[in-house]
């Protein structure tokens, strides 16, 4: 079993807290119409990233979705490059040319966020098969969501990462909705856990609003994949608090009905108290947390603002290493 | 003539249809309380039911699949694709199953379905939403490939896929659908297969789809300007393809540009320049001039993402060098 | 309960025997190099398609695979279109341009052998959607392979008819290998029917050796679909007797060792001795029965070979209903 | 030289790549002990074991997303489709991951990966198990496309693929594979982007691409006997594309026949027209000749499958058609 620390618990607030401000921030700057493109936000789901993420280091590796940056943030990627890259400018993460949805760091170990719903699940079991050949120890952990699940890629991905037991961790962020649609309509398995079975690999449910528990289920499951022992299939339970993407109200499709009493389980409040009631955190330490988080937030703004657009001639670079 | 909105014709169109034939029904991601993510089925719901507009999991294979099954039981599905790029998820059913199972088995085989999808370029949607890949599914044999420019081309066109015993394959451009048009009350079709000359000219021809076409319609007013008079014809359907048209206009002008937004290498314009090359061979001033998108993956920075979709500007530089040229 | 009465019984066998007949001379044929193109043998699996078809009217539709033939004839298609198509003949089924791997007939049910393994699965559901648009009682059966399953096609195919309780059966045929890949090294899950969980519907392992205990699963997953309850997966455990398409000889991947225990168990000569203990079908009937089937599949290959060949103007027609 | 077959050459490129850089491996379906449905992988497994010549299910989206996986560890995978069909079903990994991932990351990616594919008609295996698709590829920024018509070439260009760091997608034509062609014992690639004129001439130049290569080397030895000197172009990588090669014999003969296997409409030789028209213009005698498959799903029967893909007779017959033009 993995244990929480004191250490790692105060990471995972303040990774909770920095994944909200991030999202919080950017929903401003896109509203005032400074960001292109469009967003969609992690708000309600940080209990997710950064329990898993917790336990990942630099060289381990992590695929992500169209609703990335709190995966990103949580795998220490820097507010400026994904302020950045949000701005279209050429200091992003990808030199503007990717955006919110390809946002990637293979130094940092992010294998990329995706425009493809399902399509980083066979790229995840491809780089765990990559470790695995070069006899590495690290892990890959590929995050999607609920509806991704019904994509085909999800089901030929992970049946090759059981086959060949590959250092890889499926982890399907459930928040109930693809776009406006309810899971209930688009699968009828009661827990997308259940799928695992499929695969002849172990699939846990887990309350993805407590940060704790989050931490523990994944520790196991990358524990096992680092031993060599194959892949497991994570459901976390959640919920985003906004729409689908940022303009969506949700009202359409019972969204925002349904996210009330998730919201009396906001993850960074609920840790924040039960960090209080351990004595980790005191709520003066809260405040410290977040206005550090806040000051990092406006230098990537700033540092944002004041990069250079891309050149003309950027557009038709790095399409090839060489031709 | 009233005006309606590009996407509102796409919505009247599906009602018309689904109203004048209970066959008729709609599949596909969030098109049902959502309206669909540019709202080209909004009010359908209420309208026609959840049997008829069905929301389907995110499963793009199994939304062109269960098209076709349901075509092959004698109804007329409409599914979307949410956008083209998500075509690359569906196309083992698109091309080997949808193109193909009429042939393969030997004409027995009903296969009435409409595959709606959006593509191009415009809003910063980067590499993954924005593609224009109309020129693979013109290489389909068993494919009609349709890409209207204006609110009545959009419904009339629609109206005459949604009722064409074949599979059509049908691409709206994500910037056109808050383009304003007139739109006639009364029922009306407008063919596949028959191209339009949206405006006349005598210097030279530009051929243009879907979005390019108003940019080409801006461009020729400029030309018009400096004494240059422009051509301007709208295949609407790549295929069929109405080749007396156009080729009418290059026998007429001599000249020849051609634009879309796909990237030029094997475009289609690539097949519209190999056509007019040979069968307008002495009718041709002067080479043929494309003007398509560069040739990289659709950039996220809106500065370049217009640098590298062709523009007005792009279609008024390719014909004055056009001219240029003996 | 589905009870096997005597008529059935006799039918499920002759149909076992007439697939085992027609599978026999097209190899015969093809071996003298009278049918182009490539075949896949459905020898020891009858017990499957016949089990199962015995429950269909012709307004039933099923979709078939490769190796399709089984299906084709449990299902009422005639020798004589069939050899014809196999002669590439312009009388067959698709008037020579499918062949083997296309056949098809929807007058009879018949949605389309596939060359695109597990190309059947997502329009078998869309077929049964159909019907039930259409109000029918009519269900789809979709047979495919073990190799078959890892498709993204089955798993979008099967999640979308479980959501929407489509009037639809999937038949697995697991047969133990993927041309030459042992189900072992493609899969992890103990059985297919397992992968059910994954849609929340009834999955069923049946021996797909014994046309009495398909006829019975079949019977009930059947009946489910035709009262409104949705689909079942159904996996039959079975085996091919020969090589992966005829020429090969399954040395090369262990199937020639595997095959031996199979063979014991024989389908119709498994049926034949029980048919006979039953006093349903004595040793001199089931030779009538044989000859009969001789006698049709000759009728059969001289219709094919009597029949014209396609002109060359038919490579142009049926691609499209209109132009 | 010492002839070895098509498919032998292949099997030796792999092996020598994979003895001489440990980080290349092979993925795809019954590779292993089959050695691959075309026996392209015969005796890889023994050399080099099941880690790096992997059997994989049934998954074409596993197998490109996989390889695409390994490749950004460092890794440098070669999958195989077992026909370039079933690429359709891989279609999204191919063309929205492999091609778009380093320009999209902006160029901080490693994909290096090989995806090797069979094509083409002759076999009589149908609409689904004979396409020619390499247009659709050729259409996307970020792919190199290659389709070698000798075994010499298979081997250096198969070498050359395996040590780009670019992804590579690399056709091979399933008649071709027991051809016999003399081949280097020596160490030797081929560079992607040069083409090879196979036969110099003077009256015509043939572009050909894969098994129309040697189609066109018979046509052109026969039109030699009624004293036309034709020039076969065999560009071998359709992106990049050596278009000085190409054109340069253009320029010289003032006659360009393009012959491929896949349907005309939106093939590669739309683009190959549509390139030479506008570059070698003002030396063009005649319109372009294109012979191609013609525009139908592939058929099964014999008869009607030779019927529609072209064959040396339908090369010579272009041929003529176009000296007989001014
Ligand atoms: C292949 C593909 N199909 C459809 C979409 C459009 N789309 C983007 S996000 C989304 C919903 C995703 O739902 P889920 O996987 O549950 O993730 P969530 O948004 O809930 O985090 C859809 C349908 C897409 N991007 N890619
Ligand atoms: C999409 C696709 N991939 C690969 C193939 C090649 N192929 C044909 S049959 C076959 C094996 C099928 O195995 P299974 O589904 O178990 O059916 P079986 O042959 O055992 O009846 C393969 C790999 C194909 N036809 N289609
Ligand atoms: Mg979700
Ligand atoms: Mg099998």
Request: with cysteine.
């Amino acid at each position: 079993m993995t244990e929480l620390t004191k250490a790692k618990a105060l990471w995972i607030y303040e990774t909770m807290v920095r994944i909200r401000r991030f999202e919080e921030r950017s929903i401003e700057l896109f509203q005032a119409g400074e960001l292109p493109g469009f967003l969609h936000a992690y708000i309600g789901e940080e209990a997710v990233a950064a329990g898993v993420c917790a336990h990942l280091t630099p060289k381990d590796q992590i695929t992500s979705t169209h609703r990335g940056h709190g995966h990103m943030v949580a795998k220490g990627l820097r507010y400026e490059g994904m302020f950045a890259e949000l701005y279209a400018r050429r200091t992003g993460y990808c030199k503007g040319k990717g955006g919110s949805m390809h946002i990637a760091d293979q130094d940092l170990g992010v294998l990329g966020a995706n425009g493809i719903v399902g399509g980083g699940i066979p790229i995840a079991a491809g780089a765990a098969l990559g470790i695995k050949l070069k006899g590495g120890k690290h892990v890959v952990v590929s995050f999607f969501g609920d509806g991704a699940s019904n994509e085909g890629a999800f089901h030929e991905g992970i049946n090759l990462a059981s086959v060949w037991k590959l250092p890889a961790v499926f982890v399907c962020e459930n928040n109930g909705f693809a776009e406006s649609t309810p899971r209930a309509t688009h699968q009828a398995v009661r827990d997308v856990a259940d799928r695992a079975k499929a695969y002849g690999i172990p699939g846990v449910s887990v309350d993805g609003m407590d940060p704790a528990a989050v931490y523990e289920t994944a520790g196991e499951a990358i524990a096992r994949a680092r031993k060599g022992e194959g892949p497991t299939l994570i459901e976390a339970k959640t919920m985003r608090f906004l729409g689908h993407y940022v303009g969506d109200p949700g009202t359409a499709y019972g969204h925002d009905k349904e996210v009330v009493k998730w919201k009396k389980r906001d993850p960074i409040l609920a840790f924040g108290a039960f960090l209080e009631k351990k004595k980790w955190l005191a709520a003066k330490e809260r405040e410290e947390v977040r206005a550090r988080v806040n000051a990092e937030i406006e230098r990537g703004v700033e540092f944002a603002r004041g990069s250079p657009e891309p050149d003309l001639s950027d557009a038709l670079t790095d399409i090839y290493a060489s031709l | 003539m009233r005006e309606i909105l590009f996407r509102e014709a796409i919505v009247e169109a599906m009602a018309e249809e689904m109203a004048r034939d209970e066959t008729v029904f709609l599949l596909g991601e969030d098109i049902a309380e959502f309206g669909g993510s540019y709202k080209t089925t909004v009010g359908l719901l209420e309208k026609f039911g959840r049997e008829r507009v069905r929301n389907t999991p995110i499963s793009e294979q199994g939304i062109v699949g269960a098209a076709l099954g349901a075509a092959l039981m004698g109804l007329r599905p409409v599914a979307e694709l949410m956008y083209i790029d998500f075509s690359a998820v569906a196309m083992d059913q698109i091309v080997n199953q949808v193109a193909k199972v009429r042939y393969m088995f030997g004409g027995k085989a009903k296969t009435a379905l409409v595959i709606r999808t959006q593509g191009g370029a415009g809003r910063s949607s980067a590499a993954q939403h924005a593609q224009s890949l109309e020129a693979w599914f013109v290489h389909v044999p068993g494919l009609k490939v349709v890409m209207p420019s204006t609110p009545r081309d959009a419904k009339g066109l629609l109206k005459s896929a949604i009722r064409d015993d074949d599979p059509v394959f049908f691409i709206e451009h994500k910037l056109l659908y808050l383009q304003k048009g007139p739109v006639p009350e009364e029922d009306y079709t407008i063919p596949l297969g028959v191209a339009e000359v949206k405006r006349e000219g005598r210097d030279l021809t530009i051929v243009a789809t879907s979005s390019m076409v108003g940019k080409s319609l801006q461009a020729a007013a400029e030309l018009e300007k400096e004494g240059v008079s422009c051509e301007v014809v709208d295949p609407r359907t790549l295929f069929p393809l109405d080749k007396e048209t156009i080729l009418a206009s290059v026998r007429k002008t001599g000249r020849l540009l051609i634009t879309h937004e796909a990237v030029q290498r094997c475009g289609w314009g690539a097949e519209m320049a190999a056509i007019a090359a040979r069968e307008a061979f002495d009718h041709l001033d002067a080479p043929i001039v494309r003007v398509c998108a560069k040739e990289t993956p659709v950039p996220f920075a809106p500065k370049l993402e217009s640098h590298v979709i062709p523009n007005k500007d792009d279609v008024i530089a390719g014909a004055r060098a056009l001219l240029e040229t003996a």
